[in-house]
DNA sequence: CCGTCGTGTCGTCATAGGCA
DNA sequence: TGCCTATGACGACACGACGG
């Protein structure tokens, strides 16, 4: 295993170089609140065109793919026991990664609020009503993060109101690939319910062995009813969590080429020198 | 046209973890 | 400690692509 010092790195980077078309190596390295910069590196063989590299303090630790996955086997075990929220996973990237450019933090609020956000940033058919499930229908082509959309929401006791929380906003741009502008950020808040949704009804019909079995009849609808929004909110936050991701790669990917023209320019200049 | 396959979405269950 | 929430896992279903 090499090691490489540096100062500040993010979490764990992984880096395919498979298709830089050089036989060289790079290690990402991203400095929050700082430009990035490059101190290692450069491997000269045409072997390893995965690298994965970790850090520990200020020390990068740089492995083969058969050592990244033996011990990424062991730890996707233990991931698989449990995972930090995405919530809070994004809220690590955001702050590890001050330096990307536009990420912005998620809040509570924010969470709750993106697709709202998204829509108001769309500008298009801003359709928010009293409300207590979400759902972004999409007109056409299926993908709710293009096209025009409408907020089709249902059931009552929400209240939405513009201003307060700042909303992770994705816009996709013509390649595909999603990018979070931190200014351009749309807000509202939205409140969970606090009274029970419609349909929904509040009984003590206690007492007899009917009102009972009733009574935990509700209690079963009502537990699913908001374990089924819980579902839907978990999985709008892990597609904004890979929207992240993704505009983290497509970033990393940039700063890499940037780095290795850099790279490349110093190499020519060095050897004019030398000449 | 039909069967198959891959993919996406949704509802539900189980459970870890947070909180009062 | 019990309750609640968030999330992984799983099954069911829908839908489009593709080949025969």
């Not at 298009?124 to 409300?131: G, K, Q």
């Not at 007109?139 to 293009?146: A, E, F, R, S, Y």
């Given at each position: 295993m090499d090691m490489v010092n540096d100062s500040e790195v993010t979490q764990g980077q992984q880096t395919d170089l498979g298709d830089t078309g050089q036989n060289i190596s790079v290690v990402h390295v991203a400095i929050p609140n700082q430009a990035v910069q490059v101190q290692s590196v450069i491997q000269p063989t045409s072997q390893p065109s995965v690298i994965h590299t970790t850090h520990q303090g200020n020390t990068i630790h740089v492995v083969t793919e058969d050592e990244f996955e033996e011990a990424e086997g062991k730890k996707r075990r233990e991931i698989l026991n449990r995972r930090p929220s995405y919530r809070k996973i994004l809220n690590e990237l955001s702050s590890d990664t001050g330096g990307i450019s536009g990420m912005t933090k998620i809040t509570e609020e924010d969470s709750n609020s993106s697709q709202e956000g998204m829509e108001a940033a769309d500008g298009?058919?801003?359709?928010?009503?009293?409300?207590h499930t979400i759902q972004i229908a999409s007109?056409?082509?299926?993908?709710?993060?293009?096209g025009v959309q409408t907020l089709t929401m249902s059931n009552t006791g929400l209240v939405t109101s513009p201003g307060g929380a700042t909303i992770v906003q994705y816009a996709q741009g013509p390649d595909g690939q999603f990018f979070i502008p931190a200014t351009n950020v749309q807000a509202y808040q939205i409140a969970t319910p606090t009274s029970l949704p419609q349909g929904v009804v509040m009984t003590t019909a206690m007492g007899s062995p009917q009102g009972v079995g009733e009574e935990a009849s509700r209690k079963r609808e009502l537990r699913l009813l908001k374990n089924r929004e819980a579902a839907s909110e978990c999985r709008r936050k892990k597609k904004e969590y890979i929207k992240c991701l993704e505009n983290r790669v497509a970033v990393l990917e940039n700063q890499n080429k940037t780095l290795m023209e850099e790279l490349k320019s110093l190499k020519e200049l060095y050897c004019q020198k030398d000449a």
């Open positions: 298009a058919s801003n359709l928010i009503v009293p409300t007109h056409g082509d299926g993908i709710p993060h293009t």
